[in-house]
């Protein structure tokens, strides 16, 4: 798996098929994404789901806004669903 902060519009050109989680931050015009593809034009990478859990919690103010971040195990537990996303 792969974990990488995107600009909005790399994300429009990636598989939805591929993307297992996705969080848009605050004013959405990054994601935060696991995918099994490579993506080369991002942001930021993460070598595990720690780390980019972390992130979360160092940048709340990007991504929650209150504080805290995105644990593992919500990142775990929480699909990307293509449909549901606007």
Known sequence: ???????????????????????????????????????NENIKSF???????QYTFNNSSDWVGDGTGVTVEEIESTPYIFNLDP
């Not at 990488?4 to 598989?15: G, H, M």
């Not at 098929?17 to 996705?22: E, G, K, L, V, Y």
């Not at 070598?47 to 859990?53: A, G, K, L, Y």
């Open 47 to 53: 070598e595990n789901i720690s780390i980019c859990s």
């Open 1 to 39: 798996m792969n974990y990488y902060v995107i600009t909005e519009e790399t994300f429009n050109t990636l598989s939805k098929d591929n993307i297992s989680f996705c969080l848009k931050n605050i004013d959405n015009t990054k994601r935060l994404i696991l995918t099994t593809d490579t993506v």
